[in-house]
């Protein structure tokens, strides 16, 4: 009897599981979205977001150009707000930020990367070490300025991979988002040298949101994060959520050969006024939260993965 038992959960096993199948690259199920607090009234233009990995409860959050190179603490709920002005440089638009490695600590890196004329020569980012307590006022580690290969682009959203190197995805419609990248090695630099981005992909966000390829909002990425384990990466924008299962550290495949539900997978985020701001939490959920429209409070929203 018991041999029949095992034979038996062998066969579903290969109903479920043939040989050769591919197991899928991303998350299979996500759960519904659910507020997980509210962003405090001082973030008025929500533009980029990060959870501590060191500080488990705790968020940092960012607001988007012309209200000063600030950055903002709460807890997980968007609460118990504390402002911090970064020292030393006048920003012009901040748009993202992710934490990564930063020499043998992590840091928050601030992205002072819009550029909606398209006429910056280069871009900023400011790296500020994460600290248990954080002074009013605090100066960056550094700031590394970098240019592109091939002319001024716009871009709302950029990540630092696990390895330490930052991918910058430019903010392109119509037409294939660009993936950029600075080394690890790069952004050690401290002599206020100027940096030069590789090209090292495209994202063709339109076929991976077909239903909304027709509102050109839904095909601008406004915000951008790599999972804790570097394998996959979720793009924000302002329609939809997409999750990527590939490590952007090796290169892509062709996008022709992207299978839904295995290679990319659409997450039915809340829909947001404007939404601009997405993060990875340690344990592989996502928190995103928008801008302000009216003075009505803007949820901060969470969604677990329930099927790997």
Not at 8 to 13: G, I, P, Q
Request: hydrophobic fraction near 40%.
């Amino acid at each position: 009897m018991r041999h029949i038992a095992i034979a038996a959960l062998l066969a579903c096993a290969a109903c479920t599981a043939p040989p050769g199948a591919a197991a899928p690259r991303v998350c299979s199920a996500w759960s519904a979205p659910e507020p997980a607090g509210a962003v405090d009234p001082a973030i008025m233009e929500a533009s980029g977001l990060a959870v501590s990995k060191a500080f488990p409860s705790r968020l940092y959050h960012h607001n988007d150009s012309g209200r000063g190179p600030k950055f903002f603490v709460t807890d997980l709920s968007g609460a118990n707000l504390r402002t911090v002005t970064m020292a030393g440089y006048k920003d012009k638009d901040i748009e993202d930020m992710s934490m990564g490695p930063c020499d043998n600590r992590t840091c928050l890196v601030f992205g002072d990367v819009g550029d909606n004329g398209g006429s910056r020569p280069s871009v900023a980012f400011m790296l500020m070490p994460e600290k248990e307590t954080y002074a009013d006022t605090e100066t960056p580690l550094r700031i590394v300025n970098a240019r592109y290969p091939d002319g001024a682009h716009n871009a709302e959203g950029f990540a630092i991979h696990p390895n330490g190197d930052l991918y910058l995805v430019t903010k392109t419609s119509p037409g294939p988002a660009q993936i950029f990248r600075l080394t690890r090695d790069q952004l050690r630099v401290s002599d206020g040298g100027m940096q030069t981005f590789t090209e090292v992909g495209k994202i063709d966000i339109a076929p991976l949101v077909s239903d909304l390829a027709s509102q050109r909002s839904a095909l601008l990425v406004t915000s951008f994060d790599i999972a804790p384990d570097g394998k996959r990466a979720v793009i924000l924008t302002y329609g939809a959520a997409i999750e990527i299962g590939f490590d952007l550290s090796k290169p892509l495949p062709p996008q022709s050969g992207w299978k839904s539900g295995e290679d990319f997978r659409r997450i039915d985020i809340a829909q947001q006024p404007q939404a601009e701001a997405i993060a990875y939490a340690p344990n592989g959920a996502i928190l995103y939260d928008s801008e302000r429209k009216g003075e009505a409070p803007v949820p901060l929203y969470r969604q677990t993965c329930q099927k790997r």
